[in-house]
């Protein structure tokens, strides 16, 4: 069985920083792609950002600059850096990673548990 744990949201103040980290663990053999998302109440969960099992990343344009993901290969784990907070992050994240399973190879998608965020004075 493969389980993926969030941690690090919290309530912080507009401008400020959360270091939100995603720990895989589990059968698995490798990981390929990862990446977060969010939901806010009432709308669907889009993508915030991703990094491929090379380094590539990519940001939706409203995070760019403020948000850097990264990975710690040999841990297993996942990280989004936010900075520069602001009202409008207000969402629960949830962590995703494509990986491949031991022993058989077999490639699927696997979910955090998601972490709330929000970001309010």
């Known amino acids: 069985q493969v389980q993926l744990v969030e941690s690090g949201g919290g309530l912080v103040q507009p401008g400020g920083s959360l270091r939100l980290s995603c720990a895989a663990s589990g059968s698995i053999s490798s990981i390929n792609a990862m990446g977060w998302y969010r939901q806010a109440p009432g709308k669907q969960r889009d993508l915030v950002a991703a990094i491929s099992s090379s380094g590539s990343t990519n940001y939706v344009d409203s995070v760019k600059g403020r948000f850097t993901i990264s990975r710690d290969n040999a841990k297993n784990t996942l990280f989004l850096q936010m900075n520069s907070l602001k009202p409008e992050d207000t969402a629960v994240y949830y962590c995703?990673?494509?990986?491949?399973?031991?022993?058989?190879?077999?490639?699927?998608?696997?979910w955090g548990q998601g972490t709330q965020v929000t970001v309010s004075s």
């Open positions: 995703k990673m494509t990986m491949k399973r031991a022993p058989w190879g077999v490639v699927s998608d696997y």
